[in-house]
């Protein structure tokens, strides 16, 4: 009965943070300690599975993580988020990586974030960009603490697109 208390316990506070829908963001080096809000048309909890689902314009939030959806699903082992899977048209995120630093932006068909490991898997026409650089493939591992991309697998099949854009130079001082 505990632990079924404490689920709903995590359930509820879920739900009161949503209400309260915390605004602030935070630097990268706080992300995995801020709580996850999550704002959506319809919320649904699973005790028996441990679930909860979250249906249309979901927008969820941890720190500088922002990610918007068409659904979201969380597990949870032991009363905490253990895993989030994203999904939608293409489910979008964000992070500002430090401070004053360019947003790391992507999408995805599908996403799979992983709260205590600081990992975001984007599955399945998958794109992340920084400034003008981007990576393109059917998978991208993002570690959010270290902001780390990892595209592609040890495949053969596997391809990986990457754009690196030059640096913008001032432009020459004509000579007298």
Not at 69 to 96: H, I, N, P, R, W
Not at 107 to 131: C, F, H, M, R, S
Not at 155 to 172: E, G, I, R, W, Y
């Amino acid at each position: 009965m505990r632990q079924k208390n404490n689920k709903l316990a995590v359930f509820c506070n879920i739900a009161l943070c949503v209400a309260l829908s915390i605004t602030d963001a935070k630097a990268l080096e706080t992300d995995s300690e801020q709580p996850i809000t999550i704002d959506s048309n319809t919320a649904t909890y699973d005790d028996k599975t441990a679930t909860s689902i979250y249906t249309g314009n979901v927008v969820s939030i941890q720190g500088s993580i922002h990610v918007t959806s068409d659904q979201l699903v969380v597990y949870f082992k032991d009363g905490d988020a253990e895993k989030l899977v994203f999904t939608g048209k293409k489910a979008k995120f964000s992070q500002t990586p430090s401070v004053g630093a360019k947003d790391i932006t992507g999408e995805a068909l599908t996403g799979e974030y992983y709260p205590k490991k600081n990992l975001l898997v984007l599955i399945d026409e998958a794109t992340v960009w920084q400034g003008a650089g981007s990576y393109a493939s059917q998978i991208i591992k993002y570690d959010s603490k270290n902001s780390v991309v990892k595209a592609g697998e040890k495949t053969s099949d596997s391809k990986v697109h990457v754009v690196l854009q030059p640096k913008n130079k001032a432009p020459a001082k004509p000579t007298p």
